[in-house]
């Protein structure tokens, strides 16, 4: 009981001690003066208390809209990016069309069947893939892959209704007879299998006097497998082999693997 009084003394000076400060300040006027001299610091104290909450309702209504914004940014970022990914598309297929039409101006004879890549060998992506094309498109084995630009890519080793399996020159199991275009030096073309030149062509078998110079084109040299004249590479170093017998050549492939998206297969022509 005695705590309780204690308690509302102490109340009550404050209360005092309160009021005398408010009479001080307001120089002895009405309650009125008073009361607003005590209410004052608690009305300024509310009103930043107001605008506080008013910047933080301002802050989270803002950042929703911009989180709005950003997300409707991002869809139509995704949205230009697809429309890009299908003009390039486009481009590269009308480029591949007109080259196809200007090889087939040149060799009238080629019976060409279109089909693109569906996946590379597992293992040696280089050395083979599939295609969406087979038997029931008049495709067979032993047919030769070429581009659009007449380079050669391959020879289709498996066929199936619907697929083949083309493998790629760059394969070290191929063998094709070829000849340098602009000496007529002749030799055989398989990939090249020493260290260091992977992804490249190998042309072995040429004279030890052949002069050999960088970026000349080799060609193919006409076979029962591949027609006369179509580009495998060009040269990119040259030396004597491990023999020491015939010189060879290194080559740079024509035909642009890492890119290849559509090959085309030559199921007839006149060789010559």
């Known amino acids: 009981m005695k705590k309780h009084l204690n308690s509302k003394a102490k109340a009550v000076l404050a209360l005092t001690v309160v009021l005398a400060v408010a009479l001080a300040l307001t120089g002895g006027f009405g309650p009125q003066k008073v009361v607003q001299t005590i209410l004052t610091p608690l009305r300024a ?4 208390l107001t605008r506080q909450a008013q910047k933080l309702y ?4 803002r950042y929703e809209a911009l989180e709005t914004e950003n997300q409707e940014l991002r869809a139509r970022i995704a949205e230009l990016e ?3 990914r299908t003009a390039d598309s486009l481009q590269r297929e009308n480029e591949r ?3 196809l039409a200007e090889l087939k101006k040149e060799k009238e004879d080629y019976q060409l069947a279109s089909a693109y890549i569906i996946t590379w060998d597992s ?3 280089t050395s083979s893939f599939t295609i969406n094309k087979g038997s029931g498109s008049g495709i067979a084995e032993d047919m030769v892959a070429i581009t659009a630009q007449g380079e050669v890519v391959g020879l289709v080793t498996a066929v199936g209704s619907n697929w083949a399996t083309v493998t790629t020159v760059l394969d070290s199991a191929l063998e094709v007879s070829a000849n340098i275009a602009s000496s007529g030096y002749a030799g055989m073309v398989q990939g090249a299998y020493t260290t260091g030149a992977e992804g490249m062509l190998r042309m072995d078998y040429l004279p030890t006097d052949a002069v050999i ?3 000349e084109p080799v060609v193919t ?18 030396g004597f082999d491990e023999t020491g017998v015939a010189k060879y050549a290194l080559l740079t492939p024509a035909a642009d693997f890492e890119n290849m998206e559509q ?3 030559l199921t007839s022509y006149q060789n010559e």
């Open 213 to 215: 110079r960088n970026n």
């Open 97 to 99: 069309l007109r080259e």
């Open 263 to 265: 090959v085309f297969i």
């Open 221 to 238: 040299a006409g076979s029962t497998l591949y027609p006369r004249d179509l580009i495998l590479g060009y040269v990119a170093d040259a």
């Open 58 to 61: 301002s802050y989270i209504f």
């Open 82 to 84: 697809d429309d890009a």
């Open 123 to 125: 293992n040696d992506w």
């Open 45 to 48: 104290g509310a009103t930043g």
